[in-house]
Structures are given as C-alpha cells and as structure tokens.
C-alpha cells in the first residue's frame, strides 16, 4: 500500500502565496508521474500540474505563469509552489501519484489520491 499526506493548504488574500506538499510513503519502487488536480464548488475537478520522474512538467493554462511543480524523487515528494493566487483558485487541490511498488516477491501498479488540503484565496 502507497500513502499519501498533503500539507500546506490555507486562507489567502489576493496575490498571496502557498505551498502544498505531498508525501508518499509505502513500498515504492519508482514514481512515473505525480500531479496535482483541483475541484472547485460547483464545478468538475480539473489537472492543475503535472511532473514526470525525469523533470518534466505540464500546467493548466489558468495557473502558467503563477504555479510551479517540482518533486524530490529521493523522498517521494511532490510540491505545489502557488504565486499570484487569485479567487478563482479557491478548491480543494489533491495530489496523485502512480507508480509502481514492490512488496516481497510482488511488483506492481499503484494509484493513490492524497486527502485533499482546501485553499481559499479572499478578494
């Protein structure tokens, strides 16, 4: 089993920034790609950013510029950096991570979602 804790959520003004993290922890042989996606109220939840193992990353157009994704591979982190928050970015924001575990003589696939951490951003 993978497990997942976020950290670093909050309430900020307008222009402020945050922070998230992510942590996995289990029997984790290597992690292709992690991620974080959001869902606002009301509204479908959506990829915010995405990093694979060897650096490479992929934003939402709403958040380019503003957000940055980056990863400690040896501690199986993966971190938001959020800049310029804006209202619009009020939700609750999860990390996802798939890779691959590896527990006595099994290897595998693994999906985990983090628990979720609320960000509100006030006008």
């Known amino acids: 089993q993978v497990q997942l804790v976020e950290s670093g959520g909050g309430l900020v003004h307008a222009g402020g920034s945050l922070r998230l993290s992510c942590a996995a922890s289990?029997?984790?042989?290597?992690?292709?790609?992690m991620g974080w996606y959001r869902r606002a109220p009301g509204k479908q939840r959506e990829l915010v950013a995405s990093?694979?193992?060897?650096?490479?990353?992929s934003y939402a157009d709403s958040v380019k510029g503003r957000f940055t994704i980056s990863r400690d591979n040896a501690q199986h982190t993966v971190y938001l950096q959020m800049n310029s928050l804006k209202p619009e970015d009020t939700a609750v924001y999860y990390c996802?991570?798939?890779?691959?575990?590896?527990?006595?003589?099994?290897?595998?696939?693994?999906?985990?979602w983090g628990q979720g951490t609320q960000v509100t951003v006030s006008s």
């Open positions: 996802k991570v798939e890779g691959f575990y590896r527990s006595g003589s099994y290897y595998g696939p693994f999906e985990s």
């Open positions: 990093m694979s193992g060897g650096g490479l990353s």
């Open positions: 289990g029997y984790i042989d290597n992690i292709p790609k």
